[in-house]
C-alpha cells in the first residue's frame, strides 16, 4: 500500500470516528480527506456526503455543492437526492426540491418520506393540492402511524374541499401527536372552513426521517441486496429494536450501527467467511466503527453465535 493510500485511509478512520463521537474535529477531518482522496473515490464521496450533512441547516448552498460532487459519481442514491431536495428547499428554490425529491421516491418507492416531503413541497409552496395529494396518500399508507404525514394529508385534503376527511385525519394527527400544537391550528383552520391557507412553512423540515428510522431502512436494504432471507432481516430490525428499548443510542451515523446489526446477524446465524471488514466496505463506513457497535451491542444484549432470539431458524 502506497503513503497515499495509507495517508487516505488513515484520515477515513479517524474522520470516521470523529463523526460517531460527535467531535466538532469532524469537518476539519473530512475536508483533508477530500484533498487527500482521489475525485470520485469511496473515500472522496464518504467526505464529500459528510460535509454535506455537517452543512445542511447552516449552509445548504454549501452543501449542495458537495452533494453534487457525490451525484456525479452515485446517481442511484435515493438519500444524497433527498438531501440535495431539503437543501433547495432550505433555498426557496422549490422546483428543484421537487425534481429531488422525486428522483429520491422513484428510487426508493417504500420510504414514506420521499413521497411525503414531495407532496408537500406541491401543496404549500407550489399551490398544486390537487398534484400532492397522491404522494401524500402514499406516504400516509406507507407510514400511517406518524402525525406530521396524517397533518400534511389533512392539510391537503381540506384545501380539495373534502373538510370532512380533512377533520378527521386533523384528529388523528393531535391523537398521533398531542405535544404538536401545528395539528390543533389545523383543526381550527379546517373547522373555520379552510377558507384561507394557513401560514405553514413552505420547506418540508418538518418530516426528515429519524436517525433511527434510517438505521432500520439501510440495514433492511443492504441484507437484502447481500442475499439475506427475510426472516433474518426480520431478526436484524428486532435486535435494533431491543437495543434501543436497553440503552439510549446516540446515532450519528445510521450507516455504522446498520452494518454493526448485519454483523450482529452473521455472528448469531455463523455465516462462513463474513468479516467485519467486508460488511464495512458494504457500508461505506469504516471497519474499527463497525467492530465498536458490534461490540456494543454483543455486550448490551448478551449476544452469542446461536443465540435463540435473533436465529432465524428459530
Sequence with gaps: MGQRARTVEELWERAEEALEASSKRAEGLLTQ???AAEEGSEASLFAHRHLAELHLEDNPWK???????VLAHCTDDDVVYALMGLCHALLGNYHIAVRCYGEA?????????????????????LDDPAGAEPYLRRAYQLEPEHDEIIGSLAHCAARLGDLDQA?????????KGPCNPDHRVLVEWIEAGATDRPAAPAAPAAVRRRPGDRV???VQLKMSEAGYSRAEIERATQLWSDMQAHCALR???????????EYAIAVVEQRPGCTQAEVARRYGVAPTSVSARFAQIRNALALRP?????AASR
Design 251 to 261: 446515532v450519528t451515523k445510521p450507516e455504522v450501527l446498520a452494518a454493526a446489526l
Design 216 to 218: 432500520a431502512e439501510t
Design 306 to 310: 446461536g443465540d435463540p432470539r435473533y
Design 33 to 35: 480527506l477530500v484533498s
Design 105 to 125: 421516491s422513484n428510487l426508493a418507492p417504500q420510504t414514506p418520506w420521499y413521497h411525503h416531503n414531495l407532496g408537500h413541497l406541491m401543496d404549500v409552496a
Design 167 to 175: 377533520q378527521a385525519l386533523a384528529q388523528l394527527a393531535i391523537e
Design 63 to 69: 452543501a449542495a455543492l458537495h452533494l453534487r460532487r
